[in-house]
């Protein structure tokens, strides 16, 4: 810290005055990590201290009563004084420019940040010759509070109980909001912001920081955390809609789902092959029932990655959803290969298979046909798959009931059997 040096008066030489610049600056990164959900975020966090240094100062014959209290309040970091008068030098003389600038310096000594904002606001709307000065008070006080920010949010993450944790959280909250209103160019701030209430699942409060982070910096991960938000908020109206049979909450699920797809759209066009933003928006196409956008969409995916397994079970799924059943098999047995213990790649080529089976089985039905057994070939070649998601799920009772089905179709009962039983007992646990 620095604080100004102060004249020494006789009574036959003039005022003069002694000016101490004290200069340090310290650069560092500290790295850190937030884990919200399942993304993991590291984050550079760039603390550039620099404290405060060349505070102008003029000679007692030209500065107030006041000024000239304040400054010896300052010098003997006795704050609440220094702020008391500087209130009353302002009040007197609404031009002080400098006494606006020593209100914000001892504002940010005490940790009156707004207050901070609003009287460096003030000495530079009268005059700029305290904006050095000013900028950096403001960039030392910004690295302190994100610091702290960091800090706090990490004693949040190891804390042992909730409440702990809250009190933690709501601190870094509050340092990052309070860095923001110093730096509001500073991306990094919004970003972790959002990241804290994330964290403690404020989702509609992290909205507006991750918009501004999206606005100032074309972030990857605004357009990511937004768009889940988003999309979370649909999936729930949609969920509501299917209890309540309300029109209301249709039209919510409809707007989110159209809110992610206009901001995934954007986002493509800054980071076109990052397989995250192309999974969100061919959910959201789903959502709002543009499957074929969709599926064109995870098509194009698998062009330009073809060695992407998500890209491959996603498209997967869709043609499943279709009842393209060949090609849905193709798209299951790629992604296969890629990853041989792909839980749900195997899984669902065995239900790809099941169900293609069961259309068949029903297509025979209508036709009244009894001599068709291609159905009961499908059954065959979905049934190994199931098995071996078994070995990978063994107390997934819906699954031991879904082969326990496939083992009646083929006359297998003893099996059969079996796996109803084991379904029943998981369930009873």
Same mark, same amino acid.
């Not at 600038?101 to 005059?127: C, M, P, Q, R, T």
């Not at 029109?247 to 800054?270: F, H, N, P, W």
């Given at each position: 810290?620095?604080?100004?040096?102060?004249?020494?008066?006789?009574?036959?030489?003039?005022?003069?005055?002694?000016?101490?610049?004290?200069?340090?600056?310290?650069?560092?990164?500290?790295?850190?990590?937030?884990?919200?959900?399942?993304?993991?975020?590291?984050?550079?966090?760039?603390?550039?201290?620099?404290?405060?240094?060349?505070?102008?100062?003029?000679?007692?014959?030209?500065?107030?009563?006041?000024?000239?209290?304040?400054?010896?309040?300052?010098?003997?970091?006795?704050?609440? !004084?220094?702020?008391?008068?500087? @209130?009353?030098? $302002? +009040?007197?003389? &609404?031009? *002080?420019?400098?006494? /606006?600038?020593? #209100?914000?310096?001892?504002?940010?000594?005490?940790?009156?940040?707004?207050?901070?904002?609003?009287?460096?606001?003030?000495?530079?709307?009268?005059?700029?010759?305290?904006?050095?000065?000013?900028?950096?008070?403001?960039?030392?006080?910004?690295?302190?509070?994100?610091?702290?920010?960091?800090?706090?949010?990490?004693?949040?993450?190891?804390?042992?109980?909730?409440?702990?944790?809250?009190?933690?959280?709501? !601190?870094?909250?509050?340092?990052? @909001?309070?860095? $923001? +209103?110093?730096? &509001?160019? *500073?991306?990094?701030? /919004?970003?972790? #912001?959002?990241?804290?209430?994330?964290?403690?699942?404020?989702?509609?409060?992290?909205?507006?920081?991750?918009?501004?982070?999206?606005?100032?910096?074309?972030?990857?991960?605004?357009?990511?955390?937004?768009?889940?938000?988003?999309?979370?908020?649909?999936?729930?109206?949609?969920?509501?809609?299917?209890?309540?049979?309300?029109?209301?909450?249709?039209?919510?699920?409809?707007?989110?789902?159209?809110?992610?797809?206009?901001?995934?759209?954007?986002?493509?066009?800054?980071?076109?092959?990052?397989?995250?933003?192309?999974?969100?928006?061919?959910?959201?196409?789903?959502?709002?029932?543009?499957?074929?956008?969709?599926?064109?969409?995870?098509?194009?995916?698998?062009?330009?990655?073809?060695?992407?397994?998500?890209?491959?079970?996603?498209?997967?799924?869709?043609?499943?959803?279709?009842?393209?059943?060949?090609?849905?098999?193709?798209?299951?047995?790629?992604?296969?290969?890629?990853?041989?213990?792909?839980?749900?790649?195997?899984?669902?080529?065995?239900?790809?298979?099941?169900?293609?089976?069961?259309?068949?089985?029903?297509?025979?039905?209508?036709?009244?046909?009894?001599?068709?057994?291609?159905?009961?070939?499908?059954?065959?070649?979905?049934?190994?798959?199931?098995?071996?998601?078994?070995?990978?799920?063994?107390?997934?009772?819906?699954?031991?009931?879904?082969?326990?089905?496939?083992?009646?179709?083929?006359?297998?009962?003893?099996?059969?059997?079996?796996?109803?039983?084991?379904?029943?007992?998981?369930?009873?646990?």
């Amino acid at each position: 810290h620095y604080y100004p040096f102060f004249v020494k008066k006789t009574e036959h030489i003039k005022v003069y005055v002694t000016l101490t610049i004290l200069a340090y600056i310290a650069n560092f990164h500290v790295q850190n990590k937030f884990l919200i959900g399942e993304i993991m975020y590291r984050s550079k966090i760039l603390t550039t201290i620099i404290l405060l240094a060349g505070l102008a100062v003029t000679g007692f014959q030209c500065a107030s009563t006041e000024l000239t209290s304040a400054k010896l309040y300052i010098q003997q970091k006795n704050y609440p !004084k220094a702020l008391d008068v500087l @209130k009353k030098e $302002v +009040a007197k003389n &609404p031009q *002080s420019d400098e006494g /606006y600038y020593l #209100l914000g310096y001892v504002d940010g000594e005490l940790g009156n940040f707004d207050s901070l904002v609003f009287a460096f606001d003030k000495s530079l709307a009268i005059s700029q010759q305290f904006k050095k000065d000013i900028t950096d008070s403001k960039r030392y006080y910004w690295a302190q509070l994100f610091n702290q920010g960091v800090g706090t949010f990490q004693k949040g993450s190891n804390a042992k109980d909730k409440d702990s944790a809250q009190v933690y959280f709501d !601190k870094s909250i509050k340092s990052f @909001k309070d860095a $923001v +209103a110093l730096e &509001p160019d *500073s991306a990094d701030t /919004y970003k972790n #912001l959002a990241f804290v209430y994330m964290t403690e699942t404020k989702y509609d409060d992290a909205v507006e920081p991750l918009q501004t982070l999206i606005q100032k910096d074309k972030s990857l991960d605004g357009y990511k955390y937004l768009g889940e938000i988003y999309y979370n908020k649909a999936v729930k109206a949609r969920d509501e809609y299917t209890r309540s049979h309300d029109a209301k909450d249709s039209v919510t699920a409809g707007e989110y789902y159209e809110k992610t797809i206009s901001l995934m759209q954007d986002a493509r066009k800054i980071f076109p092959n990052d397989s995250e933003l192309l999974v969100l928006l061919s959910n959201s196409y789903i959502g709002a029932q543009k499957v074929d956008v969709a599926i064109g969409a995870f098509k194009i995916g698998v062009e330009q990655e073809p060695n992407n397994k998500y890209y491959r079970y996603n498209y997967g799924v869709l043609l499943l959803g279709n009842k393209d059943y060949q090609s849905a098999e193709e798209q299951f047995r790629k992604a296969v290969e890629i990853d041989t213990a792909y839980q749900n790649a195997i899984y669902n080529l065995g239900v790809t298979f099941v169900k293609w089976g069961a259309d068949l089985a029903k297509a025979n039905e209508d036709k009244k046909d009894n001599t068709n057994t291609e159905f009961m070939d499908k059954y065959k070649a979905g049934l190994p798959w199931l098995e071996k998601s078994l070995t990978l799920s063994p107390n997934d009772a819906s699954l031991w009931e879904l082969v326990g089905r496939v083992y009646t179709v083929l006359g297998q009962q003893d099996k059969a059997k079996q796996a109803f039983d084991k379904a029943d007992e998981l369930r009873k646990k």
